[in-house]
């Protein structure tokens, strides 16, 4: 609906230019920019619901797909595999005020620690600051969906979760992928959830878990599998941890 009028509205610019304004009737325009603004029109998304990093986890803990219950699965992490980006992934914590930038990929092939260590310290976890070495499968699969949607960078909503975090919400699973530090939650500013869903899915690398009502994907680096969940976050039900600031 919201797209058939659109497109009425931008075929009656285009046709009846008497209606703009002065300077749109001086200016022509080619096709291909045409088309450009109408697909930006298309594109864009109403913004975001508001949701705290507990409202995420309440969002998850309900959810077996988010969890893994293999013994030792931290002695045998993921193989990274490129998958298309470029090895650089921009991260922003909107709950600690942070945004950081990092080269994990060198440009032959090799993995960066330098880099590996600045998006380790984005992802700590928000009650404690501990930190945990990431998934560098989940850095790929992150770095693929940036690139495919601009390269404007990743709203991060959750990364890392210490048994504390995750204790906070009462019937939570011990054993998160968040806890391993093989799994975000993210957004990407002007793409709906859906789409980026719908890109991680096709890339068939990772768990790709999609909640319309909140507005956030969760992406990680275990078997490839995918779901949905239409439950809207309970106000009040979870507790807000305290932010730690950086050091």
Not at 6 to 23: D, E, H, K, M
Request: hydrophobic fraction near 40%; include cysteine; glycine fraction near 10%.
């Amino acid at each position: 609906m919201r797209r058939s009028a659109v497109f009425s509205a931008a075929i009656f610019i285009l046709f009846y230019p008497g209606t703009g304004s002065r300077a749109a009737q001086d200016k022509e325009i080619s096709a291909s920019e045409l088309i450009e603004q109408f697909t930006s029109m298309l594109d864009s998304v109403p913004a975001p619901p508001e949701v705290t990093e507990a409202e995420v986890i309440e969002l998850e803990e309900g959810d077996p797909e988010t969890y893994v219950f293999i013994r030792g699965a931290k002695a045998h992490p993921p193989e990274p595999v490129n998958l298309g980006g470029d090895g650089r992934l921009t991260l922003i914590r909107p709950d600690i005020g942070e945004k950081t930038t990092a080269r994990y990929r060198k440009r032959d092939g090799t993995y960066d620690q330098a880099g590996l260590n600045k998006i380790q310290r984005i992802m700590r976890c928000r009650l404690t600051g501990r930190e945990t070495p990431v998934s560098i499968m989940l850095l790929e699969i992150l770095d693929a969906a940036e690139d495919r949607f601009g390269k404007s960078g990743l709203t991060l909503l959750s990364g890392y979760r210490t048994p504390k975090l995750n204790s906070r919400v009462p019937g939570a699973a011990r054993r998160s992928m968040h806890m391993l530090g093989w799994a975000a939650d993210i957004r990407i500013a002007g793409r709906s959830p859906a789409e980026v869903a719908g890109y991680a899915r096709k890339i068939d690398a990772g768990g790709v878990g999609y909640y319309p009502d909140a507005a956030f994907v969760h992406l990680d680096s275990g078997r490839p599998r995918h779901w949905l969940v239409r439950r809207a976050p309970k106000p009040g039900a979870a507790v807000k941890p305290p932010v730690v600031p950086a050091k």
